[in-house]
């Protein structure tokens, strides 16, 4: 990108980049896209990014070469980016003045690259059970998921999780829920729910009901739900108060429906609601997550797949609401190990 806009998104060759101190050069297999990255190429979203900027967060790949002092890898070890990459564990940075956020593709400059070099602190290592595509998914979305109800919720069996949406955190939220024996609910179009089933959610509610509220209490015996994975912002989060069990907890995490969040007082006090502010997680938890999956075999759903020049394409399929994930597939190299 030479500036802000669809239109300024252009491929441009480069010398590929060499690694210093402490940093590793990664060939990149795939890339997956999030709302977060169309954000931010079509608007900005008022991050101090410095053109030309490449855009992206999500990568995985291989280490073909690395600096001096590198003894987190070797070359040849298959790797993936840490979405906030300076997080290693513990409470965010920042304040409450001024909260940090500095992630790849974002603050600092993204991934959408052949090769890319990074600090080694800023990748860790990609679960054996998943191919570049499927692995490229779990920086930000899986992540972020497994925050919420894992790290910050300590989600157990029993326990009854609403979701609301089909997108990349969504299924991966179904996906942890069910790994943790939770009941899960799914807020979704009827056209995505026999998928939804497929993948383990154990009840459909349409979005599109006047009565949401209605069917869940019919669903849940009047209980509601204990978690609650709040996707979309705005005035729903109001709606997730209502939905919430008496002690229940609410993970707002998007804001397709705005930034200005609106909820009756009455429903989060009365029933003693947890609201937690998600935004993605550390890499302590991130190493956690990666080898769950890895125990489990959990695969991430792919919506659908582009080669790096039909960027546009995968960005025009992220505005339709996908059902998983948007995965960019880097160029063949005719070395199939990543080298040089």
Not at 204 to 233: F, K, N, S
Request: charged share 25%.
């Amino acid at each position: 990108m030479d500036g802000i806009g669809r239109d300024r998104l252009a491929l441009r060759e480069r010398p590929i980049p060499v690694p210093g101190r402490h940093e590793v050069l990664v060939a990149v297999g795939a890339v997956a896209l999030n709302h977060r990255d169309k954000m931010v190429i079509e608007s900005g979203r008022g991050l101090p990014l410095s053109f030309p900027f490449t855009p992206g967060s999500d990568l995985a790949g291989r280490i073909v070469a690395t600096g001096e002092g590198v003894e987190r890898f070797a070359i040849g070890d298959r790797v993936i980016s840490c979405f906030t990459p300076e997080w290693i564990d513990g409470l965010r940075a920042g304040t409450a003045r001024t909260p940090v956020y500095r992630t790849l593709g974002g603050f600092f400059a993204g991934v959408l690259a052949d090769y890319v070099v990074l600090p080694d602190h800023w990748l860790i290592a990609a679960p054996a059970t998943l191919d570049d595509v499927q692995a490229s998914t779990l920086p930000c979305a899986a992540l972020t998921a497994w925050f919420a109800l894992v790290e910050r919720g300590r989600i157990r069996a029993g326990d009854t999780v609403l979701i609301r949406g089909t997108g990349g955190v969504a299924l991966f939220a179904l996906q942890f829920a069910k790994m943790h024996g939770a009941t899960a609910i799914l807020s979704c179009s009827p056209e995505k729910g026999d998928h939804a089933r497929a993948l383990g959610a154990d009840q459909i509610i349409d979005r599109h009901r006047t009565d949401e509220l209605d069917a869940l209490y019919a669903l849940t015996g009047d209980r509601g739900a204990d978690h609650i994975v709040e996707t979309v912002g705005g005035a729903h989060l109001g709606l997730s108060a209502q939905a919430a069990a008496v002690g229940g907890r609410i993970y707002q995490i998007g804001a397709l429906d705005g930034f200005d969040l609106s909820s009756p007082a009455m429903p989060l006090m009365m029933k003693d609601v947890t609201i937690h502010g998600i935004a993605t997680g550390h890499r302590r938890a991130f190493e956690d997550m990666v080898r769950a999956v890895e125990r489990v075999r959990m695969e991430p759903v792919i919506d659908s797949r582009f080669p790096l020049s039909g960027l546009p394409d995968a960005l025009d399929r992220l505005d339709t609401g996908p059902f998983g994930k948007i995965v960019i597939e880097m160029s063949d190299r005719t070395n199939q190990d990543g080298s040089i």
